[in-house]
């Protein structure tokens, strides 16, 4: 009877470590959720001032994609930290890009140097599209954490505190 006590608790203990594994995101980047999710850079949207930019420029960095918008309050409380990290880790490989999901530039500008907002600025709005492909569009703020290799590392829904996502940022550094 102890014999089998023992084999079943070293099978639980088992189990139980593989689990561990698995969802400390082992498959992909180091702390990554499993299974890895590529990211979809394929679209170019335009900045603030009406230049082009192309997300696949970015690959091979680390990217924070950080879906906000004016009316958010939670998103004016996030964006000090995300200036922050910008300026802190930008030169380490970091780009941090805020997707504006429903205003034109003419109320962007002024809201960005409100906040002191360095990093780009995109204007998602009528770019449903890319909203979908990082879906499901389940409010703002609502962030994607990408890793060199273009695997979605973390996704986040709703206000991230700053050392939350510092941590995560280092380990993909």
């Not at 099978?11 to 561990?20: D, G, K, Q, Y």
């Not at 990093?119 to 890319?130: E, F, Q, T």
């Not at 962030?143 to 206000?159: E, H």
Request: charged fraction near 25%; charge should be positive; glycine fraction near 8%.
């Amino acid at each position: 009877m102890r014999k089998g006590r023992r084999a079943l608790i070293r099978l639980a203990i088992a189990v139980i470590s593989a689990v561990a594994m698995a969802s400390s995101g082992a498959a992909g980047a180091e702390g990554c959720e499993s299974p890895p999710r590529r990211a979809n850079l394929a679209f170019t949207l335009k900045d603030v001032n009406g230049r082009d930019v192309s997300l696949a420029a970015f690959a091979g960095r680390v990217i924070l994609m950080n879906f906000w918008a004016t009316w958010c309050a939670p998103c004016k409380v996030e964006i000090p930290g995300l200036v922050t990290l910008s300026a802190e880790y930008e030169r380490r490989g970091l780009t941090v890009l805020g997707l504006s999901i429903d205003d034109p530039p003419s109320r962007l500008l002024p809201f960005m140097a409100q906040l002191g907002m360095t990093y780009p600025v995109l204007v998602g709005r009528d770019h449903d599209r890319l909203q979908d492909v990082f879906g499901p569009r389940s409010g703002v703020p609502r962030s994607f954490l990408i890793a060199r290799d273009g695997t979605i590392c973390k996704r986040y829904i709703g206000l991230v505190e700053k050392d939350v996502l510092e941590r995560q940022i280092r380990s993909l550094l």
